[in-house]
């Protein structure tokens, strides 16, 4: 059930991160980005989920966030950081996105955008 609380926190997490996707906001975005390739969801959570649907990123896929992160990294999110200059968008829990995060440090990517929402974090990480 979402909650009130739940409902607020993915209204401030949209308002974060929509400098970073131009389409959901409107406006021209703050930074010239690489384009968004993935947005991870740990979709255990019914606020993940909703902010992941309010999201929009041209050509973005979106995965969900499995219990085997390393399986999920070298599967489906390496390779397409591999593929080109591209960046990476989710909300997941604070223990997902370290995991990620410390990963994506061996193909020199960068957190470039955190938000802290109750047990959930929205990020966006990618090449300066």
Do not use: N, Y
């Amino acid at each position: 059930m979402i909650t009130r609380r739940h409902l607020i926190g993915s209204s401030v997490a949209v308002s974060a991160l929509s400098a970073f996707f131009p389409a959901a906001s409107g406006a021209s975005p703050a930074r010239s980005l690489p384009p968004v390739a993935l947005i991870v969801v740990d979709e255990r959570f019914e606020a993940a989920r909703a902010l992941a649907g309010m999201l929009v990123a041209p050509g973005a896929r979106q995965v969900a966030m499995t219990r085997d992160v390393l399986d999920l990294w070298h599967r489906q999110i390496a390779p397409a950081c591999q593929r080109g200059a591209l960046s990476i968008a989710g909300v997941t829990t604070e223990r997902g996105f370290f995991l990620l995060h410390t990963l994506a440090a061996d193909l020199r990517l960068r957190v470039l955008s955190r938000s802290h929402h109750g047990a959930l974090v929205s990020w966006l990480i990618g090449r300066k």
